[in-house]
């Protein structure tokens, strides 16, 4: 048997070989967490990855608090970047047996166990007493009753109709210092009052206060067409005008407490900060940015109330904040506002870095009290920069001139091989001209003649380096070169900033700073654009200040976010 062959027969037995089954996600949920008596509920059971025939769950452990309605089940199919992912939802309709707080069990579906979950049971409304005698009814509520400024209330409006129903949404009048914003598209379900079965249309609200004292929300109204079952012209589309409202409610707001001082005034009903992106082993080298996220995330506050994240000046490190990210989810009848800021913190020399503690104070409105979120104060070890053997330990291994001088990229991560061709072309060209230049310079000097003095081979050599690496895509070679030849000029160059503050071209000024931002701050890099601009911005040379600029002209101010407080 030859060799293709055997290889060959391994493959096929590695495709017959089955591919190990994924376990299929399973999480369960209600669509509402508070309901009243008589109101059904939907109880979804979402499989993820399903696959072949899912059977209906037993759901035996329900009827204890739940009396089972109906069930329903929808498949769904998506394709992402090429990758299909299918979903399997049983729907159940539940209707509660008796008021008080009931338990979901966990439930068997697909192999898989669903986590428990809980369900507020209240009495019906007054409104349930009338409910027989009117085949179109709304209710309205709002809760908390009392809360302060700037939080989230929910306000809930209820359409109950008997019979066919067409109309407009429902109307909700505007209330003067009140922000009241819909959430979501609205609920229909059925609910039972005084023994009669009713369609319900629920409609949420976020409701914020903007300021203190008592504030009245005028009833919510509806007008349509209803269709009476009853009545014989019916038949022929006979119906009549339907105008009902909800009544009216009110609240008493608060103002923040009189000590709050000037800090962001945050009422919440649960809030979270959080920092991540830590590197596993507690170590980082001088020159390699170490990405953090920080998050913060409110229960009952949109995330333009949210204050902005920072991080505070870091002893020999330099932090860029990158562009926040922001959004809103709702969770029930509560808005969950989240903001995100990252950070590249730069470290510039070996040792400790310590970042410090971060501290947000909120008033919890569940509680009634302040409360303090914090991030603990965490600390990693700088090592030195691999290959970085330089008498400047401050500067970062990104602007080390030797590493510069060697090879523009080296250390640009997985060099490809037309890199590494064209690396060794400029070095072979870069040794050509060093080898005539030297034999050029022996031929000149004469024996008990004058030497003269020798060109500026190391400023035209890293000249030449620079702009290779400007029309490669590696932005670490870039700065090093730029680095590296701006040294040749002035010795004490340590790092780009202190290169911009040297010069007098406004062009210049903003090529390095556009190379600092691909650098540090992690963005896209092309090979185009960027590189011509370095190019145009120093093909002259360096413009340098004068000496009189320099000690007239102030040093350019250190990139520092705000403080949070």
């Not at 452990?61 to 992402?80: C, M, P, R, V």
């Not at 339907?242 to 709050?260: F, L, T």
């Not at 969770?331 to 070996?350: C, L, N, S, T």
């Not at 920069?385 to 523009?408: D, F, L």
């Amino acid at each position: 048997m030859s060799f293709a062959r055997v290889i060959a027969g391994c493959l096929l037995a590695l495709l017959l070989v089955p591919a190990p089954a994924r376990a299929s996600q399973v999480t369960a949920t209600l669509d509402r967490s508070q309901v009243q008596l008589g109101d059904t509920v939907t109880l979804n059971l979402r499989v993820d990855d399903a696959g072949g025939n899912v059977a209906m769950p037993d759901l035996s452990a329900l009827y204890q608090d739940f009396d089972i309605l109906g069930s329903s089940q929808n498949s769904s199919l998506s394709i992402l970047n090429g990758k299909a992912t299918s979903s399997l939802t049983f729907g159940v309709a539940l209707r509660p047996k008796h008021v008080g707080t009931l338990q979901v069990p966990s439930l068997k579906v697909a192999g898989a166990q669903t986590a428990p979950l809980q369900l507020e049971v209240s009495a019906p409304s007054a409104a349930a007493a009338v409910a027989p005698n009117r085949d179109v009814f709304m209710e309205a509520r709002v809760e908390p009753q009392q809360g302060y400024v700037g939080e989230q209330f929910s306000y809930v409006v209820k359409l109950f109709y008997a019979n066919d129903l067409s109309g407009g949404p429902i109307n909700v009048p505007n209330v003067s210092g009140v922000e009241l914003n819909p959430l979501g598209k609205g609920l229909q379900y059925d609910s039972v009052r005084g023994g009669r079965t009713y369609h319900v249309f629920e409609q949420r609200y976020a409701l914020t206060p903007q300021r203190a004292g008592r504030v009245d929300v005028p009833a919510a109204s509806f007008q349509g067409a209803a269709m009476d079952p009853g009545d014989p012209n019916s038949f022929f589309g006979a119906t009549d005008n339907v105008s009902v409202s909800a009544p009216a409610v009110s609240i008493e707001v608060q103002a923040a407490p009189s000590d709050w001082g000037n800090h962001a005034w945050l009422p919440a009903r649960d809030l979270s900060l959080s920092l991540d992106g830590w590197p596993a082993p507690q170590q980082v080298r001088v020159g390699q940015p170490l990405n953090l996220t920080m998050t913060l995330q409110a229960t009952g506050l949109s995330d333009d109330t949210l204050p902005a994240l920072s991080l505070p000046p870091l002893d020999g490190a330099t932090v860029y904040p990158d562009k926040p990210v922001t959004h809103n989810h709702v969770d029930g009848q509560w808005i969950i506002g989240q903001r995100q800021q990252a950070f590249a913190i730069v470290p510039e020399r070996p040792g400790t870095l310590s970042i410090p503690a971060t501290t947000l104070k909120w008033w919890n409105v569940l509680t009634d009290k302040m409360e303090v979120a914090q991030i603990p104060a965490r600390s990693v070890t700088v090592l030195p920069a691999i290959g970085g053997g330089t008498t400047q330990p401050a500067v970062p291994a990104s602007t080390s001139s030797a590493a510069a001088t060697a090879s523009p990229a080296a250390s640009a991560p997985a060099p490809t091989p037309w890199r590494w061709i064209a690396l060794g072309s400029i070095a072979l060209w870069v040794g050509s001209l060093l080898a005539w230049w030297l034999w050029g310079r022996r031929r000149r000097r004469a024996p008990g003649a004058e030497p003269t003095p020798a060109p500026a081979s190391s400023a035209h050599q890293a000249r030449i380096a620079f702009l290779a690496a400007a029309r490669d895509s590696d932005v670490a070679a870039q700065a090093r070169c730029l680095l590296a030849w701006a040294r040749t000029e002035r010795p004490g160059i340590q790092h780009l900033s202190e290169l911009s503050a040297a010069l007098d071209d406004a062009a210049q000024h903003a090529a390095i700073e556009a190379l600092q931002q691909r650098h540090y701050a992690g963005t896209s890099t092309d090979s185009g654009d960027s590189g011509v601009e370095l190019v145009d911005a120093f093909s002259r040379g360096f413009a340098w200040r004068s000496a009189t600029a320099d000690r007239d002209g102030a040093a350019l101010p250190p990139l520092y976010p705000f403080k949070l407080h």
